[in-house]
């Protein structure tokens, strides 16, 4: 039985050890040579005193080495938390201050932002520890010593109160939703993923531990390429990526930019999305083109390692479509709650709480937090089960699959009406020509506002909303945008267009 992702790490090196791992636009990394350099990291680790289920910060470059670089904290009995460079120094203050780890590895193309961050541990140079380290020097000891609940890593995402909340994944976790993933994908040593998520960021995880797992590549695509549609579709191509687990806006984008028109990819067997509600016309635009390649609609929190539904695309896309996000992948448990913690009845809203082995730890160093989030289950008073209740709304369809609802909290008063702001946003998607939107409610002004991208004019969708919407859903304020702000995740960027109230 597999303890922990190093077996995973093992065993590939001994079936694949000269097949590529990871690679990027400028060089690859064997499975050997990963091992090797997890190992001179791991050894470099333990050198420098390193304690054993302590964290260590990674500021690494979207490159091959950053994996590889994860991996070798992992094999000194460590877990990592890794930090992106190009987030504002304000944004990496605060996440040093949470996770208050003894040591960081920087990139030497970031260590001089690293610097000005004022972080109190050893700081070390990622390429001069790979210079200088000696893999023969490692201690298997402590990594042999961790059990499949031990920390793999943390992983920041927003908080309520501006705080950033370090959501802790245990090796147990991970490995049972990739499992789950391979479960319902089914790749093998042949496939290639095409890595569009930052390295710090949970659907980069896919990327990173597949290949472990199956034998895969990762090819990391270069950030700049996805406002290049002449470059990226080449890349994929010239890489030979068969499987895409992308962010709806990263799709989107794609399409939008006209990718399609320089070359189309000739590999691509799989493409899965998550993190949004996907625009329609986005969607036709990758099906149209690729007509043998499997869609896949997925749904879930970093709280739950990653995504924990999924909801295979068979219908083409039409302006009026809402997809589900489908049903539980294996290891994953989802009930549905109403507000006073029982089970809706059929056809009827709750909020989406998710159970199984893929839960976090928990928030670190937040045990308020993670009591609250993570709680009994109030249907089962037999024995402990915990559930994270998501905040987002769903209800089951007769078809026995998931809806998406939108999140509880944006639901807003406005006029004496109750309104759910993504219910505004799926009528405004409906609109041709509306690529992207986001409604927000401005409660001091009494004020509805919709922000969104596309050809489609201001009147357009205000006359749309007021042929199909009562008078108190349509947005008093529409506003145009050459394109939505979004956050390194690639989610809408809110505050930024709650700046733009008016």
Known sequence: MDRIVLNWLDRA????????AYMDTERSLTFEEADRISRIVGAFLQGQGAVPGSPVVVMGARSVYTPACFLGVVRAGCFYAPADAEMPAGRLRQILEVIDAPYMIVSRMFLEKAQELGFAGKMFVLEEILEQGDPESYDPGPAERMTDNAPLYVIFT????????????SHYSLMCYIDAVQSVLGLDETDVLGNQAPLDYIAAVRDIYVPLYTGASSVIIPKNEFAMPDRLFRTINEKGVTTLCWSTAGLEIAARLGAFACEVPQKLRRVIFSGAVISNKALRTWQ???PETRFINQYGPTEATASCTWYE??????????????????????????????????GQPGEICVGGPVLALGYYKD???????????PLNTA?????????????????????????????????GHRIELDEIEI????????????????????????????????????????????????PRKIKKLDVLPKLPNGKTDMRSLREMFS
Do not use: W
């Open 313 to 346: 695309v068979k219908e083409k896309a039409e302006e009026d479509t809402r997809l589900p996000i489908g049903r539980p992948y294996p290891h994953y448990k989802i009930i549905l709650l109403d507000e006073q913690g029982k089970e809706p009845a059929p």
């Open 383 to 415: 024995y402990r089960d915990l559930i994270y209740r998501t905040g987002d709304l769903g209800k089951y369809r007769e078809d026995g699959l998931l809806e998406f609802l939108g999140r509880m909290d944006r639901q807003i008063k406005h006029l």
């Open 13 to 20: 090196v001994q079936q694949y050890k000269d097949k590529t």
């Open 158 to 169: 927003s908080g309520s109160t501006g705080k950033p909340k370090g959501v802790i994944t």
């Open 427 to 474: 009528a405004a998607l409906q609109v041709k020509d509306v690529e992207e939107c986001c409604a927000l409610y401005d409660a001091e002004k009494s004020l509805l506002y919709l922000f969104y991208s596309g050809q489609a004019t201001a009147k357009e969708i205000a006359l749309q909303f007021r042929a199909q919407m009562p008078a108190f859903m349509v």
């Open 288 to 290: 149209d083109h690729l």
């Open 367 to 377: 045990p308020e937090r993670s009591a609250a989030s993570f709680v009994q289950n």
